[in-house]
């Protein structure tokens, strides 16, 4: 019974491996390309919503992949419901996520108007509309780190293995 639960936890842990790690690659490009794209000399609002729904297809098309591998890899396991252990790390994980993301809320509810007022300064010169791309792009950003916390804390419960 002991190794059932072991090889169980090695599947929900991979689980949780192929999501973060998928959440870090996709999200990062993201991310990364919306900074570059801000600092360009113009903004092209369609290309960035266009890789906005890039990311967030392959996200979900890189998750059922790895989900389908590694059920195929472990079948029984992958049928297998979660036990009392996996229902409190997910509990817990869930906790910190919150937590965070309301903080993180809180934090732009805050600085949102200053990001309004102080528009016209480090937009120099480009439209103002890019002031709430900006912020809708940082409560994007609240829900990510969000959801790599609560991956973050599951997965180092498990490793802890309380």
Do not use: H
Not at 127 to 143: C, K
Request: hydrophobic share 60%; charged share 15%; glycine share 6%.
């Amino acid at each position: 019974m002991k190794l059932t639960s072991e090889v169980e936890m090695a599947f929900r842990e991979k689980m949780l491996w192929a999501s973060a790690a998928a959440t870090v690659v996709i999200w990062g490009w993201y991310f990364l390309g919306f900074v570059r794209a801000l600092e360009a000399p113009s903004f092209n609002v369609g290309g960035e919503i266009g890789k906005f729904l890039f990311a967030v297809v392959a996200l979900v098309v890189v998750q059922v992949v790895a989900a389908i591998a590694l059920a195929i890899s472990s079948p029984a396991d992958a049928q297998a419901p979660a036990d009392d252990r996996d229902r409190e790390f997910a509990l817990l994980a869930y906790r910190a996520a919150f937590v965070t993301l309301s903080v993180l809320i809180a934090t732009l509810t805050v600085v949102a108007p200053m990001t309004m007022a102080t528009a016209p300064a480090w937009l120099g010169g480009r439209p103002g509309s890019l002031a709430p791309i900006v912020i809708s792009n940082a409560l994007l950003l609240s829900l990510v780190i969000a959801e790599l916390v609560r991956s973050a804390t599951q997965l180092f419960l498990y490793r802890r293995g309380s």
